[in-house]
Every structure is written in structure tokens, then in C-alpha cells.
């Protein structure tokens, strides 16, 4: 089943906090000169036009990056995110949200280099024509999940690799956890970034659970929720489990959740950090 499209969702509480968190990933593993290795296995169209149809249906992005937008003060570290989707948009309207590989291919070194999975045949296609052959950057038309496993070590032995699934298969969160492992095996040093959507809360527990007995070390999740579990049957809360995170990551989401919880939710909202593993 390949149906899902990610313009419909852009820019939405979900983007925000996956997208903070990736620019901090990468940001901390720029700090050193040596060459990162960016690896994305669901990178989507790589970047969406919020007055589109499919963006405007139902304007996911207004109640997210929207919300943002037009603050006057933000958390330090939250600046640093607003900043670089401002500077991807012109003018001060907000038109365009960068997916994952624009967001990174911003950020891109000349010494780094990046590596896009996508199965979709619509969103290859538009994902091939953002990228514009730069030689930094490959782009495969292939699944994800059991490519990127291959690449690994990767000769940089740098690397941050982001899973981020539709989750449209109920399968999938069996399979990220089981690649997760097969990856952690063959790059245990390397910087892991695991996005998921809370839609039922059994099946955030079955993963949590299964990731704590994995003998995967030193991993922490952050979650977002704008309403309460259950109250509706769509996505009320997303999350980032982090391996090998930076040490300075769980700061800046002490800081920047509880906002986006006041910003970005309703009364029910919350957020959780939690150390899943040590190192």
C-alpha cells in the first residue's frame, strides 16, 4: 500500500518536532570538520507548497509551523528551526515547508554527503527534481527500511539516520524496530533518529517495550501531544526515539516541548522525555 502523501500533513505539530529535532542532530554532528553521512529512508517529496490542494484540505500546517510562524520570541533552540524554514520560504508569507531532505540538504557541507530512500512512484519523481544532481546527494527509488541497512558502516563513520515511516501498514512498527537492531549491529556509534505517531497507545507501548529489551544502548524519546490519547481516531501525539543523541538535546527539549505544548495543543496536551536506555 503506497497511498500516503505527505503534503497533506505538511507543516504540522508532527513536521515541527521532527524537524527541530533533526536540525539539532545535525548541527551537533557538524561541530567537527570530518565528513557526516545523512541517511533519510521515507524522504517523501522532499518539499511541499502549503497553498496547494493537497496541503490546503486540511491545513494541518496552520495549527503547526503556522503557530510559529509569527512569534516574536521563541526558545533559543526553536529559533534556529523557524530561522531556516523562513529563509526556505520568500517574503514573509509562508508558502513552502521543506520535508526532511531539503531541511538537510540546507544544512549539507561540501565534505558531507546524503542518501534518500523513497518507494513512492509520484513523490520520486519531484523528489529527483529538488535534489537537482547535486553530487553530494543520491536519490533511490527503493524501500527504505531494507536498502539502508547495506550502507552501513558508512565509510564516513559519521552518520545520522532518520526512520520515519507512514506507519500507514500496522506492520511497520514491528519492522523499524527490527531494523533499528539489524542497523545497531552493524553501526553501533551511530546517531539514530526514529519518528512515530501516536494513534493508539498500545502499539507506542508494544514498541517502547520491545526497543527497552532490544540491547540497544543509550537512547532517549521525546514526545509531543496536542490532545489527549484516544480523544479521536486521528494522530494525537508524535515522537522522536533518539540513539546516541547529542548530550546536549535533552536541554533543549526541557525547554522547547513545554512551549510547543502551550503553542500548539489544547488543554490536554503534554509532552514526555524519557531515558529508554542508558549508555
Known sequence: MLSY?????AGNFADVLKHFTLIQLIDYL???DKAVCYIDTHAGAGGYALNSDYALKNSEFVSGIGKLWTQETLPTALERYVSLIKSLNVGK????YPGSPL???????????????????TEIKLLHTLMKRDPRITVNHDDGLSNAIKLLPPKERRGLILIDPSYEMKTDY???VDTLEKMYKRFATGTYALWYPVIERRR????????????IKNMQLFELAIAADGVN???TACGMIVINPPWTLKAQMQEVLPF??????DNAGFFRIEQLADE
Request: aromatic share 4%; hydrophobic share 40%.
Open 5 to 9: 502523501r505527505h503534503a497533506f500533513h
Open 30 to 32: 557538524q561541530q567537527k
Open 233 to 235: 481516531s486521528g494522530m
Open 103 to 121: 531541511i538537510s540538504k540546507h544544512l549539507l557541507r561540501p565534505q558531507d554527503r546524503m542518501v534518500l530512500f523513497e518507494l513512492h512512484s
Open 93 to 96: 508569507q509562508l508558502l513552502r
Open 260 to 265: 510547543l505544548v502551550q503553542q500548539l495543543s
Open 174 to 176: 514491528a519492522q523499524v
Open 204 to 215: 507506542i507501548d508494544k514498541l517502547e517495550n520491545k526497543l527497552r529489551l532490544s540491547g
